[in-house]
C-alpha cells in the first residue's frame, strides 16, 4: 500500500525532469532551429523579434539556388580529404604517444605527461603564428597536408588514449612478450583492439573538428579551390552579405554530413569517454 501511494509521485517526478530535458534539449537547438528556419523562408528578416524558430512556409529554393552557385561537390570533396587525413594521423600518433605513457615505467613518465597537460591551457591562437613559419619553412603551404599538419596530434586525444590503455590487462602484454612479439606488434595488433571506443571517440571528435576548419585553411591554401566548406562560405558572407537565406541554407548543407556522421557513431562515443573516465 505504501508503494501504491509513492508511484504517482513518482510517475511525476519523472514527467517533470523528462520535460525539463526536453525543453533544455529545445534551447540547445534553438540556434540550429533558428538558422534552418531561415533557410526555407527567402526574404525573411533574420533579426525580427521573436526570432522564427519554426519556419511560416517551407521554399528549397535557397538551397537550389546557393547549390548552383558555389561547387558544393568539389568543396565537400575537399572537406573530406582533410577530415579523413586529420582522422588518421591524429588517431595513429595519439595512440603511439599515450601507449608508453600508460604502459612504460621510466624516469620522469609522470613529469612529462604532466607538462603535456600543461600546455592545454595555451590558446590555439598563440601558435598560428609557430604553424605559420614552420609549414612555410617545409615547403608545404598550398597543400592540405599544410592544413591537417598542426593538429595531427592534440593533448587532449594523447590523454584520452593514455586513459584507455591504462585500463589494459598487464597480462595481455606480458603474454606478448612471453611469445616473442616486438613492442610494436604488442600495440599494433594486442592494445589498439581493446581501446577501439576510444579510438572511436578520437575520430568523431576530429572529424568534426577538420570539417568545421574556417580560419587556418584560408591562411595556408593559395587556391581558393581547395577550401573546406566551412571556408568556402566566407563567399556567400562576402559576395552577398544582405541574403541571410543563401547563407542559412549553406550553413545547413555544410553541417548535415557532421549530424548524420554523430547519429551513426554516438554509441561509441558514449563507450569511449565513459571508458577513459573509469580509466
Known amino acids: 500500500m505504501h508503494d501504491m501511494r509513492k508511484k504517482p509521485f513518482r510517475v511525476l517526478k519523472l514527467l517533470l525532469l523528462y520535460g525539463a530535458l526536453l525543453l533544455f534539449a529545445i534551447f540547445m537547438m534553438g540556434p540550429f532551429l533558428w538558422i534552418f528556419s ?3 523562408m527567402p526574404g525573411k528578416n533574420v533579426f525580427s523579434f521573436p526570432p522564427a524558430i519554426f519556419p511560416t512556409f517551407i521554399d528549397f529554393d535557397n538551397y537550389v539556388q546557393v547549390w548552383n552557385y558555389m561547387d558544393f561537390p568539389r568543396y565537400l570533396t575537399n572537406t573530406l ?9 591524429n588517431i595513429f600518433f595519439s595512440c603511439l604517444t599515450a ?4 604502459v612504460f615505467r621510466f624516469k620522469g613518465r609522470d613529469l612529462i605527461f604532466t607538462l603535456l597537460v600543461a600546455t592545454m591551457i595555451i590558446p590555439a591562437a598563440a601558435g598560428m603564428v609557430v604553424n605559420y613559419l ?4 617545409l615547403g608545404l603551404m598550398g597543400g592540405f597536408i599544410a592544413v591537417v599538419l598542426p593538429s595531427a596530434i592534440t593533448v587532449f586525444n594523447v590523454f584520452l588514449m593514455r586513459q584507455a590503455f591504462m585500463g589494459m590487462p598487464h597480462e595481455l602484454r606480458d603474454s606478448g612478450k612471453v611469445d616473442g612479439a616486438s613492442e610494436f606488434r604488442i600495440w599494433l595488433q594486442l592494445a589498439l583492439p581493446i581501446v577501439k571506443p576510444a579510438i572511436a571517440v578520437i575520430g568523431l571528435l576530429e572529424f568534426m573538428g577538420m570539417w568545421n ?3 587556418w585553411p584560408m591562411i595556408v591554401l593559395n587556391d581558393t579551390k581547395q ?9 556567400l558572407n562576402g559576395q552577398f552579405s544582405y541574403n541571410f537565406g543563401w547563407i542559412a541554407a549553406g550553413t545547413v548543407i555544410s553541417v548535415v554530413p ?6 551513426f557513431t554516438q554509441r561509441y562515443y558514449m563507450e569511449g569517454v565513459s ?5
Open 213 to 215: 576548419s574556417f580560419l
Open 275 to 279: 571508458g577513459a573516465v573509469k580509466g
Open 81 to 89: 580529404i582533410i577530415a579523413l587525413m586529420g582522422v588518421v594521423m
Open 227 to 235: 577550401y573546406p566548406i566551412a571556408s568556402a562560405l566566407s563567399f
Open 134 to 137: 614552420t609549414v612555410k619553412a
Open 99 to 102: 601507449y608508453p605513457l600508460a
Open 258 to 263: 557532421i549530424i548524420i556522421v554523430f547519429l
Open 38 to 40: 531561415v533557410s526555407l
